[in-house]
């Protein structure tokens, strides 16, 4: 049985990732995380990552850890740019992180760029994932109308925060399933509200 067909926070930790007994309830919510390309260049070199939950050498090490632990929890994850995908692919290999994702959609994908919807939409599409089942972590207002637009949660930058959902400063400077668990709950109070 794969871990999305679990229940909730009675389960333990199916696959026994370092993150502590339980995996809470919220964390099934998310099925999907957008990655802007700035977004993962940004946290491949943020000195700041959380280095008591990610022993790794280098911050992008420590993020290369994080997307694997998402993989083996069956988040499905994705890059989304209004770059070349030559240059997206190619900046990815060189950091050895383009095979951790479901896919990269780019420039040539779509007819239409962030701020239009098009590039999550396809994105989404491609992996099987409903919009309210996904989040997006966008760097530029564009790539946050964009994602709003397309009905997925935003989380941006702190310079965006009076238009994402919420912001953060990195994916990666707190323990993932902490980090996921706060965005569920935003996500949670956000449909409250509606």
Known sequence: MSPVNFGPSDVHNPRGVPFGGMVPESFWLTKALLFDFDWVVRDSKNPNYAKADYPEETPLTALKSCYRTLRSFEVRTAVTSNLAQKTVVAELSGMNLAEDFDNIRCFEDVTELKPKTELHLLSLDMMGVKAHRAVAFETTLDGVKAAKEAGIYCVGTPDLESHAD???????????IHTLEIIDRKKREKLRIK
């Open 166 to 176: 919420m912001v953060l400063k990195s994916f990666i400077e707190g323990p993932l």
